[in-house]
């Protein structure tokens, strides 16, 4: 199975709280990581990409429990 499945079946077993808690967490590791990037390039820049990406998985996986309810 690929990192992305798993990460997305990880956020499916989560409740609420702790989904919005994640997401608030990864904020503030990209703002970090924006921020030393900014200063001195980053040995892997990827890593943005992949953080935005989780962000909005997050908040997939949000939006589409506040539909269902």
Known sequence: MSKKADFV???????????????????????KVEFAHAI????????IRGLRRDIARVQTELNKRKVEA
Not at 9 to 31: H, M, Y
Not at 40 to 47: A, G, Y
């Open 40 to 47: 001195s390039p980053l040995e892997n820049p990827m890593t």
């Open 9 to 31: 079946k990880s956020l499916q077993g989560l409740s609420d709280s702790d989904l919005k808690a994640r997401l608030e967490e990864d904020k503030q590791r990209l703002k």
